[in-house]
């Protein structure tokens, strides 16, 4: 029995336990009916649909989560929270089993979508705001897409769409601090 | 009114002319928009899907600045912005020990009294002024308004209109003069976050927009979001099927469409800068007759 563990808090030993941890969310309240995953846009491209991802993990399968890309490719519409008559919101518990799983297993997520939110977050550490540009090479060099849609980048500059110098926040230590202070508080949490 | 205006990312890149529209508008229908100072970028879906501390103190720092500058209303034209924000002061309001995190790692003051406000909405609320103003209503344009869903779920977040049948944009559009057409697909996601990472999921889900629009006798799509604007302007030739030979559909923002009736000039709200042609819709803001569909693009 870990030090941590109380009678108000005990330490989260199943995926379900984890979930409602992060979420306060019950995951226990699904029964399955379905109407998540006929509303969701992305059902028609993942093996696991959101039903598929709330029986999981109420059967404590981080397993079969992990070895499957669908948890990533989530767009987060929040459709089947919309339509779920349980309030059971499938797209936050997929955000936090996507955390759990990343803790775990760093390099999980689908390289391109990884490199993607890595390129991203990257420019915001650095700029406090999104340089598209840095994006853009950002993304191709992280992801090995090095010449995706190297000819929209013409049209999109002559149409003064591309912004070259990334806009920056003035206090950009200020913004990077918040990215230490999560950092901190997830190795806490 | 005044409002803390919080541009986001996307204003001063791929979505100028959703900016220079606001901005367009704002004057003429009595708006001041007060620029965040130092403002930063609201995380978006990336720090949604890395961390939820994350997701939440990066919009909280923009409340707190706009909240030092003694705003209690913020603007987020950006419907992805207007959802990261928006989520955040609901996510602090509801969770007193997040709270308690976020002011710990912002180290500034924040007692999270900013509401945050979407331009359909604002647009919505000054809809007599802009039928008062509208110079050069836009009569007989059909527009099909599309919300996505970043601007109406989670209802609980959004809250302006209802979640399964909103209506706001096309209260907008009414007040423009334009004729709102029913359709079925403008509640659904265009699949927005992958515009990079993912292209065929795109192209699949943007494909059926647009064609459901073109059945509904679409003109025009409006949109108030840059990532939805982006997706359908700039990826709409990949969406045509092979051989296909429909008139492109011409996607505008919101405050373009509130623009043209305004009868600002089509140069001013930024029309020249879309991928897919504007003309079916410019044509009509200036009275002129609209070109058939055939001579378009
Ligand atoms: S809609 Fe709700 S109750 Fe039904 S399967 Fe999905 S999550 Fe479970
Ligand atoms: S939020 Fe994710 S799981 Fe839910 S409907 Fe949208 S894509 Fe599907």
Redesign the pocket.
């Given at each position: 029995m870990s030090a941590h563990e109380d009678a108000h808090h005990p330490v989260p030993r199943t995926l379900a336990d984890k979930v409602r941890a992060a979420t306060g969310l019950n995951p226990a309240r699904c029964y399955q009916c379905g109407k998540?995953s006929a509303?969701?846009?992305?059902?028609a491209e993942t093996t696991l649909r959101?039903h598929d991802?709330m029986r999981l993990v109420n059967q404590d399968r981080p397993d079969r989560l992990m070895d499957d890309e669908s948890i990533w490719?989530?767009?987060?519409?929040?459709?089947?929270?919309a339509r779920c008559p349980n309030e059971c919101e499938?797209?936050r518990v997929?955000d936090a089993v996507r955390e759990i799983v990343a803790a775990a297993r760093p390099d999980a997520a689908p390289r391109a979508i990884r490199a993607f939110h890595a390129a991203f977050l990257d420019q915001i550490r650095k700029h406090g705001r999104l340089g598209e540009m840095g994006l853009i090479m950002g993304y191709k060099l992280r992801s090995g897409h090095l010449f995706a849609d190297a000819a929209a980048a013409p049209g999109m500059m002559s149409r003064g769409k591309l912004a070259f110098v990334a806009d920056k926040v003035e206090d950009v230590e200020d913004v990077r601090r918040i990215f230490a202070g999560c950092a901190a508080h997830g190795e806490e949490g | 009114m005044k409002v803390a205006y919080f541009p986001g990312c996307s204003m001063h890149g791929t979505s100028r002319e959703y900016g220079e529209s606001l901005h367009a508008v704002a004057e003429p229908l009595g708006v001041e928009l007060d620029e965040v100072r130092d403002w930063n970028c609201c995380g978006a879906s990336s720090a949604h899907a890395s961390s939820r501390m994350l997701a939440v103190a990066l919009p909280a720092r923009s409340l707190a600045l706009a909240e030092a500058q003694g705003h209690e209303q913020l603007l987020a034209p950006c419907a992805a912005c207007y959802n990261r924000l928006a989520g955040a002061r609901h996510e602090i309001a509801e969770d007193a020990e997040l709270a308690g995190h976020v002011k710990r790692i912002l180290a500034r003051p924040f007692e999270n009294r900013v509401a945050v406000l979407n331009a359909v909405e604002v647009l919505r609320d000054l809809g007599e002024t802009i039928k008062a103003k509208a110079t050069s209503p836009l009569k007989g344009l059909k527009v099909a308004c599309y919300y996505g869903?970043l601007l109406v779920r989670p209802a609980a977040v959004t809250r302006f209109d209802d979640p399964e049948d909103p209506s706001s944009m096309e209260a907008v559009v009414k007040a423009c003069g334009a004729e709102p057409v029913a359709w079925r697909m403008r509640l659904e996601?265009c699949g927005g976050g992958f515009s990079l990472s993912r292209k065929p999921s795109v192209v699949r889900l943007g494909r059926a927009i647009l064609e459901d629009a073109r059945k509904a006798g679409a003109d025009a799509i409006a949109v108030a979001c840059p990532m939805c604007h982006s997706n359908l302007d700039f990826r709409q030739k990949a969406m045509a099927r092979d051989g296909e030979d429909k008139p492109p559909m011409p996607i505008v923002f919101i405050t373009q469409v509130v623009g043209l009736a305004l009868g600002i000039a089509p140069e001013k709200l930024g029309m020249q800068r879309h991928f897919v042609s504007t003309k079916r819709v410019t044509s009509r803001g200036n009275g002129e007759a609209t070109a058939p569909a055939a001579e378009v693009g």
């Open positions: 998540c509303g969701c846009p992305m059902a959101p991802v490719l989530c767009l987060g519409c929040e459709t089947c929270a499938p797209a997929t | 869903c996601c």
